[in-house]
T-cell receptor, first 112, second 114 residues
Framework: SQKIEQNSEALNIQEGKTATLTCNYTNYSPAYLQWYRQDPGRGPVFLLL?????KEKRKERLKVTFDTTLKQSLFHITASQPADSATYLC???????????FGKGTRLSVIA | NAGVTQTPKFQVLKTGQSMTLQCAQD?????MYWYRQDPGMGLRLIYYSASEGTTDKGEVPNGYNVSRLNKREFSLRLESAAPSQTSVYFCASNLGRGWEETQYFGPGTRLLVL
């Protein structure tokens, strides 16, 4: 069966450290993988998209990697801040005309 | 631009009552989606509309109906609400043009069915 697994339901880290979140998928062949941020009481907001031909993508303090052999994406936040505390969701689609499917998310808490 | 708007923000229903959740987008998007989000279950797709005039079932369509009223509006109807439908409902939209399309979400409707 098809699965998207974000292996940590919750992750606590100290301010200033790098947070690393994992997204693994099974029985999908995505050409792109996306990451979203969701704050309590709000809808998810798009952060980054990475293509299967890209090994790594960066945006300010965010970095995403995509390994289609391991079927895994890693999401890094460097120099983390309490304002980075949120739930982070990975998402992918199995073909160009099918809806996005989301992982369950990892709730990140950055402690000052 | 308001983006994706949803009404109401919060609703309490009794078992068996019906209601319609409204969603509208002002970004000229072709595709619209309804998700529900429950603790421990993540976002699950209920129904979607790839373009005006079409609707398709998602992962959890039972107990729901949808209407794509026009390009801007996509409503979700609960004909006979059940406690299992207590959830947070999110509407989303995008241009619907392929692999790299990202999703724009509304603020959500919190529904409690007693």
């Amino acid at each position: 069966s098809q699965k998207i697994e974000q292996n940590s339901e919750a992750l606590n880290i100290q301010e200033g450290k790098t947070a690393t979140l994992t997204c693994n998928y099974t029985n999908y062949s995505p050409a792109y993988l996306q990451w979203y941020r969701q704050d309590p009481g709000r809808g998810p907001v798009f952060l980054l998209l990475i293509c299967e031909n890209e090994k790594e993508k960066r945006k300010e303090r965010l970095k995403v990697t995509f390994d289609t052999t391991l079927k895994q994406s890693l999401f890094h936040i460097t120099a983390s801040q309490p304002a980075d505390s949120a739930t982070y969701l990975c998402a992918l689609r199995n073909s160009g005309n099918t809806p996005l499917v989301f992982g369950k998310g990892t709730r990140l808490s950055v402690i000052a | 631009n308001a983006g994706v708007t949803q009404t109401p923000k919060f609703q309490v229903l009794k078992t068996g009552q019906s209601m319609t959740l409204q969603c509208a987008q002002d970004m000229n998007h072709n595709s619209m989606y309804w998700y529900r989000q429950d603790p421990g279950m993540g976002l699950r797709l209920i129904y979607y509309s790839a373009s005006e005039g079409t609707t398709d079932k998602g992962e959890v369509p039972n107990g729901y109906n949808v209407s794509r009223l026009n390009k801007r509006e996509f409503s979700l109807r609960l004909e006979s609400a059940a406690p299992s439908q207590t959830s947070v409902y999110f509407c989303a939209s995008n241009l619907g043009r392929g692999w790299e399309e990202t999703q724009y979400f509304g603020p959500g409707t919190r529904l409690l069915v007693l």
